[in-house]
T-cell receptor, first 109, second 116 residues
Framework: TQLLEQSPQFLSIQEGENLTVYCNSS?????LQWYRQEPGEGPVLLVT?????EVKKLKRLTFQFGDARKDSSLHITAAQPGDTGLYLC?????????FGAGTRLTVKP | GAVVSQHPSWVICKSGTSVKIECRSLDFQATTMFWYRQFPKQSLMLMAT?????????EQGVEKDKFLINHASLTLSTLTVTSAHPEDSSFYICSANQRGHTDTQYFGPGTRLTVL
């Protein structure tokens, strides 16, 4: 059983469309992180959210942490082919980190 | 700053042999290092957590005698896959915490292991 549930698992959209990826858990985390991973490479940290209700923006990416610090969402506006990749959420606990199953995003030109 | 390297980046070995993968923090001291395994099109699964100078803590279902972890210094951890079998073929990724910043892990680029 995955500690963190991500949805959708796969997403294929056209360039210019918007999308939202969800990360849900029954556990409370001290913080939650979002990563993007390209094939054959390690994950790269996009953002860390710490406070319940927190919203962070990174250019066309908007990250939100749920009020109860159990869930998070990633919204991409006007997706571009360069956004293609595996998006992973990770819950940070006591000196460890648990990853969601990931959302594989493909943005077609 | 906060760069983690892994060596080798890929390795192919015969079934029954052992393979050692190195994980180094290049510009910081890593109090804790983590080893993950990632199968194709799947997420990262934590295998073990190691603190410098102490024994690694393995996740349930990970055989400690098969995946030997040594964290001998604050900048180096090694993972040895002993008596490798084809089902051990995977992408192995390490990460490291910087002293005083335990909420952030810095990931290595990964090592692709293929066991024939």
């Amino acid at each position: 059983t995955q500690l963190l549930e991500q949805s959708p698992q796969f997403l294929s959209i056209q360039e210019g469309e918007n999308l939202t990826v969800y990360c849900n858990s029954s556990s409370v985390f001290s913080s939650l992180q979002w990563y993007r991973q390209e094939p054959g490479e390690g994950p790269v940290l996009l953002v860390t959210v710490v406070t319940g209700g927190e919203v962070k923006k990174l250019k066309r990416l908007t990250f939100q942490f749920g009020d109860a610090r159990k869930d998070s969402s990633l919204h991409i506006t006007a997706a571009q082919p360069g956004d293609t990749g595996l998006y992973l959420c990770a819950g940070v606990g006591n000196n460890d980190m648990r990853f969601g199953a990931g959302t594989r995003l493909t943005v077609k030109p | 700053g906060a760069v983690v390297s892994q060596h080798p980046s890929w390795v192919i070995c015969k079934s029954g042999t052992s393979v050692k993968i190195e994980c180094r923090s290049l510009d910081f001291q890593a109090t804790t290092m983590f080893w993950y395994r990632q199968f194709p099109k799947q997420s990262l699964m934590l295998m073990a957590t190691s603190n410098e100078g102490s024994k690694a803590t393995y996740e349930q279902g990970v055989e400690k005698d098969k995946f030997l972890i040594n964290h001998a210094s604050l900048t180096l951890s090694t993972l040895t896959v002993t008596s490798a079998h084809p089902e051990d073929s995977s992408f192995y990724i390490c990460s490291a915490n910087q002293r005083g910043h335990t909420d952030t892990q810095y990931f290595g680029p990964g090592t692709r292991l293929t066991v024939l």
